[in-house]
């Protein structure tokens, strides 16, 4: 038992134990990401749809199926700030005499900058929760949030979402933070693959491209639905 | 053969004391001068003038030892791809250029003087496992184990490493991810490695951490800097190398062994 537990700790402690975490939470938040995009972009079915769709994932598996999701979630997010943070800290540790001109050849800008992107999305997520799922400093807990769905009454999402985007400071935000999201999964998906040891010759293009596309498709889903309410006023 | 007029910000430092940018007048150097030959130039006016020359390392000169360093203008080995600084031309630069002159930075590689840096913890990650572990006696047979050609054209391109450290400089992180990937890599390719695979892949590793270096991002700088174009791929399989070991170290341990009976 502490042979096992030694050699686990022992691999966290390692650069590479510590990245394989980082590449398998990722991994997870990746899938995440684009389910929640997914379900986000019900909006545009109209209030039944979306409504049907919160009540369901509030109700699955009588209410223990979004705890399990939601401490699963937040198990990933933790283990992959916590190492992220780690690896950072002792980076800047390993060159504590920077260069006075240094010129990066291939890198972009995003790979370079994910750690501020990274955290910039952690305030980001914040927000999001204390907005649309603690609902704090807003009225989306109250009764005029209720509505009637095949006859039981559930949480107005729609009307949220219709209401929340309306107000243009949240609208921004979002759609910064989105931007980030971008920035961050354009590096992120394509080097999770490295990590995890997958990348070969022939796939790293693909893999590349498919990070790319991936962090595109994220950016237009995602932005479509503050863009839609708040600049052009649907739902409203 | 024309002369050419430069401006060099060569970085002065002596071991545990912080450092500063020296502006050196560089007149008149050939341009089919290598970058080592203007430097030993621009030391022998210091040395006339009774100034201290500028310390940097070099051995070969051909490219091949992994001696020579010098980050020139940002750039580890200067701004010619696949080319160490000894093998870099004068005719590369303009008259009128100003050149920053940096030793590669890296808390693993600490300076000795100006652009010479300590680049002793490569070695021992060699020491740590870079290496088979063969029997004395008799040379064997050349055939008597068979490779593949691919499988031994792969380990010569992870064997072409020099160790020169400009991964390390190139590095945002000052990752040692390249080498020690081409290190471990070449031999955990052969069939002469295998039996101290898994060992070897955690020691380097270790070692590799131990020393201080970074941590690897996946931005790829090292393979740019690369004098000997060693492929990032390298650094794909010690990820996935060091996994399998690690995994197996966690929960097999040593060899299972039957319980012997009385």
């Known amino acids: 038992m502490s042979a096992v537990l030694d050699s686990l700790s022992r691999f966290y402690a390692s650069s590479i134990g510590k990245k394989i975490l980082v590449a398998l939470t990722g991994a997870v938040l990746v899938i995440f990401v684009l389910g929640h995009m997914i379900g986000n972009l019900l909006i545009f079915a109209g209030p039944d749809a979306i409504n049907e769709y919160g009540h369901m994932l509030q109700t699955a598996l009588h209410g223990g199926g979004v705890w399990i999701a939601r401490l699963g979630l937040l198990a990933a997010v933790a283990i992959h700030i916590l190492a992220t943070v780690q690896l950072t800290r002792q980076n800047r540790v390993a060159r504590h005499d920077p260069y006075r001109q240094q010129k990066p050849q291939v890198s972009s800008k995003s790979s370079r900058a994910m750690i501020w992107s990274g955290l910039t999305i952690l305030a980001f997520i914040v927000y999001h929760l204390l907005h649309f799922t603690v609902r704090v400093g807003n009225e989306y807990n109250g009764e005029a949030y209720k509505t009637e769905l095949h006859g039981e009454t559930v949480h107005n999402v729609y009307k949220m979402v219709i209401d929340g985007f309306s107000w243009a400071p949240a609208s921004i935000f979002y759609i910064i933070a989105m931007a980030l999201l971008y920035s961050h999964l354009s590096h992120g998906v394509s080097s999770l693959f490295q990590t995890l040891g997958l990348t070969t010759h022939r796939t790293a293009p693909v893999f590349k491209t498919l990070g790319h596309a991936y962090a595109t498709l994220i950016l237009v889903g995602n932005c479509s639905i503050p863009v839609a309410i708040w600049l052009f006023g649907y739902g409203r | ?262």
Not at chain 2, 36 to 45: G, Q
Not at chain 2, 72 to 98: S, W
Request: overall charge negative.
């Open chain 2, 1 to 262: 053969m024309s002369l050419l007029n430069l401006q060099l910000k060569v970085w002065r430092q002596n071991r545990g004391q912080s450092g500063h940018f020296q502006d050196i007048e560089a007149k008149d150097i050939p341009d089919h001068a290598s970058f080592l030959e203007m430097m030993d130039i621009v030391n022998e006016r210091l040395i006339a003038k009774g100034e201290e020359p500028v310390a940097f390392d070099h051995d070969c000169r051909e490219g091949i030892c992994g001696m020579c360093s010098m980050t020139i203008n940002g750039v580890p080995h200067g701004p010619e791809k696949a080319t160490t600084t000894c093998q870099l031309h004068m005719r590369k630069f303009r008259t009128g250029d100003t050149i920053w002159i940096e030793p590669f930075r890296a808390t693993a590689f600490p300076v000795i003087k100006d652009l010479v840096v300590d680049r002793g913890a490569f070695d021992r990650i060699q020491q740590a496992g870079g290496f088979v572990t063969v029997r004395t006696g008799s040379a064997p047979d050349a055939n008597a184990i068979l490779i593949g050609k691919e499988v031994a054209d792969a380990a010569m391109d992870a064997a072409a490493c020099i160790g020169c450290g400009a991964c390390v400089a190139a590095c945002k992180n000052a990752s040692a991810m390249l080498f020690v990937s081409a290190k471990a890599g070449q031999l955990n390719s052969l069939p002469q490695g295998q039996p101290e695979k898994d060992r070897r892949t955690l020691a380097m590793v270790r070692q590799m951490d131990k020393e201080g270096f970074g941590n690897c991002t996946n931005h790829y700088e090292c393979e740019a800097a690369c004098p000997k174009e060693i492929s990032v791929r390298w650094i794909t399989k010690l990820n996935r190398d060091y996994a399998v070991a690690a995994v197996k170290e966690s929960f097999v341990g040593q060899q299972e062994r039957a319980e012997g009976g009385e």
